[in-house]
């Protein structure tokens, strides 16, 4: 029903998982990751003196421009023909062929998000019935059918991540473009220096001290390497937007008022049109566009034997 509470996880794409529009979930991530591998690593902790003096230095690190060196529409500015950069090895005419046991989903998959529902909106004397469904979820279904909708949100999640594994595996790399790898350089630098703080504020709170001296033991690479590691990312992603802009053009697709809307909802980003400005927005939607259209494309197939 129409009514029906939004109750699916939000996923994370590969590809954004270093760097991508849903950094406060990148963050949460890294301070989970960094408290657990600074204790596993037992990595020396600076003085609670230090560390303050560090953070001020982090505090007033200058936030980069998200947009820059995008168009309006969220495009990279100066490229009239992506194929210059970037050769599709599918065609987009064929639906992607998604096998059946890739998207399998078990009563015990289903039960167990049953349990995830119950945990995150009910309390200790909560169960999956339809009194829980119908006030905690808000619907109508009975138990057999809100299952039923489990399994196949389930189904769904597991098909889009395979169409999108697939697209970021879809491409060959022919050049890599002088545009906006400067800003893509800042953005991985200044999302670094947010992560470093956050896992450092964490343990400040916790210990008194902090679990990572600077930005190349949190990263876990020696300093001489960084700005070589930062630009090899870059150019990666990069080429990643490039490689979503041309299938963002050939599938014909366009970005309306709900789409952002929708966006920004989904994301709980208030602060999205100060923070990241619109054309970053949109080069974000650019790319769920294509992976719901492709998604929405792709068939599930038994499969091949051998």
Request: aromatic letters at 22%; hydrophobic letters at 30%; proline letters at 0%.
């Given at each position: 029903m129409s009514g029906e509470k939004n109750t699916k996880s939000k996923k994370t794409s590969k590809a954004e998982k270093v760097f991508n529009i849903c950094i406060v979930a990148a963050l949460c991530a890294a301070i989970v990751f960094g408290l657990v591998m600074a204790v596993i690593n037992a990595v020396k902790p600076k003085t609670a003196e230090n560390a303050e003096t560090s953070q001020t230095e982090t505090a007033e690190l200058e936030k980069p421009d998200f947009g820059e060196g995008l168009t309006e529409e969220g495009f990279i500015e100066g490229i009239e023909d992506e194929t210059k950069y970037v050769e599709l090895r599918f065609d987009i005419n064929d639906p992607i062929e998604v096998p059946a046991s890739v998207v399998y989903v078990s009563d015990g998959d289903v039960e167990d998000e049953e349990n995830r529902l119950v945990q995150q909106y009910g309390d200790d004397m909560s169960v999956f019935n339809e009194t829980f469904i119908k006030e905690q979820l808000e619907s109508d279904l009975t138990v057999e059918e809100y299952a039923e909708k489990i399994r196949n949100d389930l189904i769904r999640d597991?098909?889009?991540?395979?169409?999108?594994?697939?697209?970021?595996?879809?491409?060959?790399?022919?050049?890599v473009p002088d545009t906006y790898i400067d800003t893509q350089i800042k953005y991985i630098k200044y999302v670094d220096q947010l992560n470093l703080q956050y896992i450092n504020n964490m343990y400040l709170q916790l210990t008194g001290t902090v679990g990572y001296e600077d930005v190349y033991a949190y990263r876990g690479i020696l300093a001489e390497d960084y700005e070589q590691t930062v630009s090899d990312e870059a150019d990666i992603s990069v080429v990643e937007f490039l490689a979503y802009q041309l299938l963002f053009k050939e599938l014909g697709l366009e970005i309306t008022q709900a789409d952002i809307d929708a966006f920004i909802l989904e994301n709980d980003i208030v602060y999205t049109y100060t923070d990241y400005g619109m054309p970053y927005i949109k080069k974000q939607i650019m790319r769920e566009l294509v992976n719901k259209t492709l998604t929405d494309r792709a068939v599930i197939v038994e499969d091949q034997e051998g």
């Open positions: 597991k098909k889009a991540e395979y169409v999108e594994d697939y697209i970021l595996h879809g491409y060959y790399t022919l050049d």
